[in-house]
């Protein structure tokens, strides 16, 4: 019977550590990404300042092609909306809406995933001699919740690398024309 107590009260203790630590863990998760592009930024300012252009580039489309895309608002430009829907984990449901967009320097987009939470992606456009330097970003609010602040410190990981494809795609797409 100790043994059982014991294994219970040091469960408890690890738990309640855990969960201590995690407010102490950062209150937002982001990841950030760039490449060069060799063409101007009017170049690429159209392929994120659309849902409909990323469709081109996106590093999540090709995992699942039965996604269902739906769009809304303007064709570009703020109010421009897209809403996936996949049973692929690693596509799952979503919004995504253009909420700033700064011709040839900046687009700001807000992402719903439902219960999973939101976030903001930013694409900035910095002119680097005859190229663009494109930086893709992700920052979502993490709240007070304990398992949220340990996936955030995982956030980098899990959603980097989807980044860097997206990116190099984006540079195929835009330096073939």
């Given amino acids: 019977m100790k043994l059982i107590k014991r294994v219970l009260l040091t469960l408890v203790v690890v738990i309640a550590a855990l969960v201590a630590v995690s407010y102490l863990l950062p ?10 592009v060799n063409a101007p930024a009017d170049a690429v300012f159209p392929h994120v300042n659309s849902m409909q252009a990323t469709e081109a580039w996106s590093p ?3 995992r699942d092609p039965e996604t269902r895309l739906t769009y809304s608002g303007p064709e570009t430009g703020v109010g421009n909306t897209l809403t996936w829907a996949s049973d692929h ?3 799952g449901t979503g919004t995504q809406e253009i909420v700033e967009s700064v011709e040839n320097q900046l687009v700001r987009t807000e992402l719903d995933f ?3 939470g939101t976030a903001t992606a930013t694409f900035d456009l910095q002119t680097e001699g005859a190229g663009t330097t494109v930086t893709w970003g992700f920052r979502s609010e993490l709240g007070m919740n304990p398992i ?6 995982m ?7 989807d980044y860097e494809t997206g990116l190099a795609n984006l540079k195929k797409l835009v330096e073939m024309k």
Avoid: F, K, N, Y
């Fill in 155 to 161: 956030m980098d990981d899990w959603v980097g690398g």
């Fill in 148 to 153: 949220s602040r340990w996936m955030g410190l």
């Fill in 60 to 62: 999540w489309l090709s």
């Fill in 89 to 91: 984990p690693q596509v």
């Fill in 27 to 36: 209150g937002q998760a982001v990841v950030s990404r760039s490449i060069t």
């Fill in 114 to 116: 439902g219960p999973m």
